[in-house]
């Protein structure tokens, strides 16, 4: 009588043991966020699973009333171990929002933190410093408050993060010199939207709108030059930067078609900052369709007639609507979002472009006002 008892308590144990063993690794959905514990430890069960099933995991917490966020990608994780992810959100004596991690010990892969401050910055980016040395770039992203996001691997203790300083924008376009040609000539393949329009009509309409229904252009900023009047000189070259981006995307990923997780960098970047030659009179659309085949990054456009220009639909498989009724693709310049269409904003010298993906028309990328 008393084996069998012993053989019962025995099968017993071990059952709850197995028990328990799975539901380290089983029990935590990775659909929904998962609240980041007080200590701040996430076992090594839940970074495997992520790694496991290629999923991305994302976890919560709260630091003196800021929310922040962590967006763990199963395919970054290479070697999965027990990690902190407590964070603490403090400020500087001028004001500076300071994040401090739990532990400076490395995670073993890269994961993308966001905190969610309760006021909005006029900027549009960010750097994160350490000891006074920028060591991190920072996207900006959020509709009536800025979210910070950035990307880190736990090896860096402490971040004070600082708005980056606007832009001066250029009031000429300096003279230039001839200098070598781009080493990747403009595309002429497919050029169909350079065809001219059989109405030349430059009416100003009551509404203040031109006849490709652009509203005024605000004071100070470049007006549109039509594709038909676009005039390229290639004797002379400038150069502008181009950088691509869907950082809005991770913190949405709930609205994301499931069958596009594959195709959002971890880090929201798909193309960083870059250095790029443009002849004289050429267009965004223009670098950016010859930027995107030298550099294997998918895109595709369409022309609008009624707009004039090429619109874009998809840019590295991600395409308006992927993320949200009010997604897509939108660009800005010197940190404005022109109000009509990329073929016919004539880049200059200097130009800073940025091609942002949103998930709220615009009002989660710094847009504001009426097209």
């Known amino acids: 009588m008393m084996k069998k008892i012993l053989s019962l308590l025995l ?17 935590v959905n990775l659909n ?39 967006t763990i990608f199963g395919s970054d994780i290479t070697e999965p171990k027990e990690i902190n992810l407590a964070v603490s959100i403090t400020k500087t004596v001028n004001g500076d929002p300071k994040v401090t991690l739990s532990t400076s010990e490395p995670f073993g892969f890269s994961a993308l933190l966001s905190v969610y401050l309760d006021d909005a910055w006029d900027a549009q980016s960010a750097t994160g410093y350490a000891d006074e040395k920028a060591v991190a770039s920072v996207s900006l992203t959020g509709s009536q408050t800025t979210i910070l996001n950035m990307t880190m691997d736990g090896s860096l203790g402490s971040l004070v993060i600082r708005p980056d300083e606007l832009p001066e924008e250029e009031t000429t376009t300096p003279e230039t010199e001839e200098t070598t040609e781009p080493t990747t000539q ?13 109405d030349t009509d430059d009416t100003v309409y009551t509404d203040g709108k031109d006849k490709y229904l652009t509203d005024p252009i605000p004071e100070g900023k470049p007006k549109p030059v039509e594709p038909e009047d676009q005039e390229v000189d290639k004797g002379k070259t400038y150069t502008c930067t181009f950088s691509i981006e869907c950082s809005t995307i991770l913190n949405n990923l709930d609205q994301l078609d499931p069958d596009k997780l594959e195709c959002v960098p971890s880090n929201g970047v798909i193309l960083a900052k870059t250095t790029v030659t443009f002849y004289e009179g050429e267009s965004v659309f223009d670098v950016l369709q010859r930027l995107c085949k ?51 904003y004539q880049l200059k010298q200097g130009d800073v472009v940025e091609w942002r993906y949103t998930c709220d028309l615009g009002e989660d990328v710094g847009r504001s006002g009426s097209w």
Request: glycine share 10%.
């Open 11 to 27: 099968a017993f144990t071990i059952m709850l043991s197995l028990c328990a063993c799975q539901g380290n690794f089983g029990s």
């Open 32 to 70: 929904e966020s998962i609240e980041i514990p007080e200590n701040g430890i996430i076992k090594e069960s839940i970074i495997k699973k992520i790694q496991a099933e290629n999923a991305i995991g994302v976890f919560t917490g709260e630091s003196n009333g800021l929310r922040y966020e962590w």
């Open 186 to 198: 403009p595309t002429t393949g497919n050029d169909d939207y350079l065809s001219k329009p059989e």
């Open 294 to 344: 030298e550099k294997g990054i998918h895109m595709e456009s369409s022309w609008t007639p009624i707009y004039n220009s090429a619109y874009i639909e998809g840019i590295h498989n991600l395409y308006e609507f992927d993320c949200g009724e009010l997604s897509g693709w939108m660009y800005r310049v010197n940190g404005w979002y022109p109000n009509y269409g990329c073929s016919r």
